[in-house]
């Protein structure tokens, strides 16, 4: 069984930046990719950023040039850093972990507020 854990949410005004981590532990043959959605309210959840086994990123237009996704093999442990906040950016944000021969696995997500 793979946990999965989002810290690192919180409020902040725009213009401001947040961390967050996810991190997931158990046992695990490999993870090929670590990807961040979110979801504000009354939306759908959309993928924010992704990164691949092999440091490949992905990001979604409205982040580009303002967010940047990295990751700790050695920690399991993927990054979200997100520069120049805007009142859009509010929503829970999910890690998805995907693990070879396993498939995904959802953290409980972490929120982030961002007052204008």
């Known amino acids: 069984q793979v946990q999965v854990v989002e810290s690192g949410g919180g409020l902040v005004q725009a213009g401001g930046s947040l961390r967050l981590s996810c991190a997931a532990s158990g046992s695990m043959f490999m993870i090929n990719a670590m990807i961040w959605y979110r979801q504000a309210p009354g939306k759908q959840r959309e993928l924010v950023a992704g990164?691949?086994?092999?440091?490949?990123?992905n990001y979604a237009d409205s982040v580009k040039g303002r967010f940047t996704i990295s990751r700790d093999n050695a920690k399991n442990t993927a990054y979200l850093q997100m520069n120049s906040l805007k009142p859009e950016d509010t929503a829970v944000y999910y890690c998805?972990?995907?693990?070879?021969?396993?498939?995904?696995?959802w953290g409980q997500g972490t929120q982030v507020t961002v007052s204008s």
């Open positions: 998805s972990v995907l693990v070879s021969l396993e498939g995904s696995y």
């Open positions: 990164i691949g086994s092999g440091g490949s990123t």
